[in-house]
């Protein structure tokens, strides 16, 4: 008997032994934050040897990658991708929502309970507590204690959410000094190489220089005119063009914000990956650990010039440079067969809806406070008097003491709500929050709602616009410039998924997956249990080798 528990013990040690010999050392995910599938291909002329066509041309392109639910937003995205399932399950219905028990607004990652590490700013009170699933970085802390999973962002949300609630750094960019900080939940102080990074004062020498195209500006072809009258102006610039001197641009007083509307924040955050690698032996040992970066700044110049930009051809054209360097790094440090590496975006983007119609194309803006005088108007003729708290992201919530006051009934108040919203233009669907939770799937569209939709967080009453509407406060130049996202519609939903390294095969994938195929995917590659509420399905092309 004890020969045989011997026997046993060796098989089930060759096994482990086995199992961490095919899973890489280290597992890379990296997020775009908003990085339309197209940019791939429309900008890869320009696109270096090294980089991005490096991801394209040696490793495995799921070229068909999708978000099933809405809003398709920042955080949304990001904890849906390291939890594998939607925020139906994980609560992160939005980057903020109203908060019924605290009656006011709240951000994704707030977190009052907890103090800000490195900085004496409220930049660093944020937490992962309001995600309620756990995440495949979680997953490996809880199966193998002595991983390591570090995880960064100029956007705290997206730092929090893919480190999970275990992380052993979390890292996020501090609007009020200019350097990366961290939360209480954490750290009790930062590591001496954070402190060290910062000390090397870069955003202060960036703000000295000057953002211009690469490339000669009659180059940017994919791009419309420099001068666009669809762009917004940066603090110190008279038109959207370049040269961006950022110098002249704030009279020589650090804008710490300013700075994350260039590339190089990219560059920065690229820098600082790198230096976590070393400091933290990231993919030294026989142990997998986890690596998550997430470039925001993509997605803030998006915002203020569009998809069409010279100012975004020439961040990406910028951004694939980064991608070289840090798979440079990667097979220098950890060896080119010991790290997987994927990338993927959070969302993608619609063109400028002003754009669209003056181009005679299907789109426009929806002015939600004139929507929502007319709204409080009609129930307060119907019900005696006003029944809504607030209207955000296209969410009703409505005043739940006051309606058992008035011996009202929830699901009757919504429907009125409902009926009214539905007959205004450009509203595509409604749907109230009864009909949400408990409904089966009843089209594609319902579904994605529904898949977008928790009970606590989300309003009484959801709408969604039809394709290239954007929701605004009220009509103004301002307002007519710039982009966003959000919606249901392939501009949206349709991002990247690139993965390289360690048994990757060299294929493209044109069949249909999911963006909580990821997580379910990484979990095959590391032999771990399946985090608490994933959905996906493992992408078994990738898994083939």
Not at 162 to 174: A, E, K, N, R
Request: hydrophobic fraction near 35%.
């Amino acid at each position: 008997m004890r020969n045989l528990f011997f026997f046993i013990t060796l098989l089930v040690s060759a096994e482990s032994m086995a199992q961490q010999a095919a899973s890489p050392k280290l597992v890379v995910g990296i997020v775009v934050d908003q990085m339309c599938y197209e940019y791939l291909y429309r900008y890869s002329e320009k696109f270096c040897e090294g980089g991005l066509k490096e991801l394209l041309g040696k490793g495995t392109n799921c070229r068909n990658t999708q978000y099933d639910y809405i809003p398709t937003y920042t955080g949304p995205g990001h904890a849906s991708i390291y939890t594998g399932t939607t925020p139906s399950n994980h609560g992160i219905v939005a980057n903020d929502w109203y908060d019924r028990s605290t009656k006011g607004n709240i951000n994704c990652v707030d977190d009052s309970s907890v103090a800000s590490i490195g900085t004496v700013s409220n930049y660093g009170m944020f937490s992962p507590r309001n995600l309620k699933a756990n995440t495949i970085t979680d997953q490996l802390k809880m199966t193998y204690p002595n991983a390591k999973v570090i995880s960064m962002s100029i956007k705290n949300r997206g730092a929090i959410l893919p480190g999970g609630h275990l992380s052993d750094g979390s890292y996020w960019y501090d609007y009020a000094t200019g350097k990366f900080v961290t939360s209480s939940f954490y750290k009790s102080e930062l590591p001496n190489w954070v402190d060290e990074f910062n000390d090397e004062g870069y955003v202060d020498k960036a703000l000295k220089q000057e953002w211009n195209t690469m490339l000669d500006i009659n180059a940017y072809a994919e791009s419309g005119p420099d001068n666009s009258p669809y762009e917004h102006l940066l603090p110190g610039k008279v038109t959207p063009t370049f040269p961006y001197n950022l110098k002249e641009m704030t009279n020589g007083i650090n804008n710490y914000e300013l700075f994350v509307y260039t590339p190089f924040s990219n560059t920065y955050l690229t820098d600082f990956a790198i230096a976590s690698i070393d400091s933290e032996d990231l993919g030294k040992d026989n142990q997998t650990d986890m690596l998550c970066i997430s470039y925001s700044t993509p997605d803030i110049i998006g915002h203020a010039f569009g998809p069409y930009s010279v100012e975004i051809e020439d961040m990406y054209i910028r951004f694939d440079l980064e991608i070289k360097k840090l798979l440079k790094e990667l097979k220098e440090k950890v060896g080119e067969d010991n790290f997987t590496l994927f990338l993927t975006a959070d969302h993608a983007v619609v063109p400028v809806p002003q754009y669209l119609i003056d181009n005679n194309l299907p789109g426009g803006y929806f002015f939600v406070d004139n929507h929502m005088i007319e709204l409080r108007a009609a129930l307060s003729d119907k019900f005696g008097e006003d029944l809504i708290i607030v209207q955000d992201n296209l969410n009703v919530y409505l005043n739940h003491e006051r309606i058992d006051e008035l011996n009202l009934d929830l699901k009757e108040v919504s429907t009125y709500v409902a009926n009214i919203i539905q007959r205004w233009e450009s509203v595509k669907r409604v749907f109230t929050g009864d009909q949400l939770y408990n409904a089966s799937i009843d089209d594609e569209w319902m579904d994605m709602v529904r898949k977008g939709y928790h009970h606590a967080e989300s309003g009484d009453v959801i709408f969604t616009l039809e394709p290239g509407y954007l929701a605004k406060s009220t009509d103004t130049e301002t307002a007519r410039k710039g982009t966003s996202h959000g919606s249901a519609y392939s501009y949206d939903t349709h991002v990247p998924l690139l993965w390289y390294g360690k048994n990757v095969e060299v294929q493209e994938v044109f069949r249909n997956v999911l963006i909580s195929d990821i997580a379910a995917t990484l979990a095959h590659i590391l032999y771990l249990q399946n985090p608490n509420s994933l959905r996906g399905k493992p992408i078994h092309e990738v898994l083939m080798k």
